[in-house]
């Protein structure tokens, strides 16, 4: 229900999976993989199938026209997409996999695979458990919403690194990161450090997205309370317990040790050997749409109170509402090595 009445996610999904068909037509490739690290119930997904077997069905037809031959003969295989997602229960992986599966099913264009990495129980060699054996004939990109949120108390900063140095070692063309917020979110919490900007941020976010409620469900809406009771409540819950254990109160503590200094996803990033990159105008432009496209919402020049805000010199994009923004997406790629250039007299 929240997924329908709010953009936040819909803005996050369809922001990134742009992002991803561009990185995909960019390698030159057939073959694709994704890995999510909070793939859930993977509604992000099937926009993306549709995407890929849109554009390999267009692809063929440029072609037969180009050819003048209508025998087939001039079609290509299906496009391949692997998606290795990570999620904490092995049977709503399970259902997401079916889900998808019967989705893809009807793309006849695209050839889908899906990988379910469950990530309860001990952390050790978790995150080691994702495939890579795509030898170099895949597209990798990574998929990493939220990840502040759905780390939430069971995860800690040395835990983040290792997922980022895992990442690293995928070889990724794209990384594509959603953070609550205005971005640079401070990474999970470490020891007894102060509980209060980490409070007045959560505090700041939810009290924005009870007040976008506004602009599709009525106050008292029986939608509107099952949300806010059943979805929101339950996320306000995870955001104290994680503070509650950020600041000592329980748990294992040994678990928050920091792996590094960083004090955001961003510097994290940048620690792990990533650089931000700029996203397309297509991107912004299509997020700028889903926002006209939906009910009261405007695409960032009035017409409701939530906008697309451009940050970072083109490389971010936040979802705002009024004054605040609710979600800040980034693309990363790895550092490229910058060659020394020598200048010789003639």
């Given amino acids: ?16 999976n742009q992002a991803i068909l561009e990185a995909f037509e960019a390698g030159g490739r057939r073959s694709l993989h994704v890995v999510d690290f909070d793939v859930s119930y993977g509604f992000q997904w099937p926009s993306l199938i549709q995407s890929l077997s849109d554009a390999a069905a267009a692809a063929d037809a440029d072609a037969a026209s180009t050819s003048g031959s209508h025998d087939g003969a001039h079609r290509k295989e299906p496009v391949s997409l692997r998606i290795t997602g ?6 709503e992986l399970r259902q997401t996999e079916a889900r998808l599966a019967r989705f893809a099913s009807g793309c006849l264009n695209v050839r889908f695979e899906f990988e379910g990495v469950v990530t309860s129980g001990p952390s050790s060699g978790r995150h080691e458990r994702i495939r890579n054996d795509d ?32 990442i690293r070692s995928l070889n990724p063309s794209l990384v594509f990161l959603v953070e609550r917020g205005g971005g640079g979110n401070a990474a999970p919490p470490r020891g007894r450090s102060s509980l209060v900007p980490p409070f007045t941020a959560s505090l700041r976010y939810f009290a924005a997205v009870f007040d976008s409620l506004h602009e599709s469900l009525p106050a008292d809406s029986a939608e509107r309370l099952a949300i806010e009771r059943n979805y929101l409540g339950t996320e306000i819950r995870n955001a104290v317990a994680c503070l509650d254990r950020g600041h000592g109160g329980g748990g294992d503590h040994h678990s928050m040790e920091p792996c590094s200094t960083a004090a955001s996803w961003k510097e994290m990033m940048e620690s792990a050997g990533f650089e931000a990159v700029a996203l397309s105008s297509r991107t912004v432009s299509q997020a700028k749409l889903l926002l006209k496209m939906k009910s009261g919402c405007g695409g960032g020049g009035g017409g409701g109170g939530f906008r697309v805000v451009e940050g970072g010199g083109g490389r971010a994009m936040s979802l705002g509402w009024r004054d605040s923004a609710l979600i800040t997406t980034t693309a990363w790629r790895r550092r490229r090595r910058r060659r020394s250039i020598s200048k010789t007299s003639s």
């Fill in 1 to 16: 229900m929240f997924y329908q009445a709010s953009p936040l996610y819909q803005f996050a999904h369809f922001t990134a």
């Fill in 135 to 166: 030898d170099g004939d895949a597209t990798v990109v990574v998929n990493l919403a939220f990840p502040a949120a759905s780390q939430s108390s069971r995860t800690s900063a040395r835990e983040a690194c290792s997922a980022l140095a895992r």
């Fill in 86 to 91: 990570l999620g904490t229960s092995a049977d």
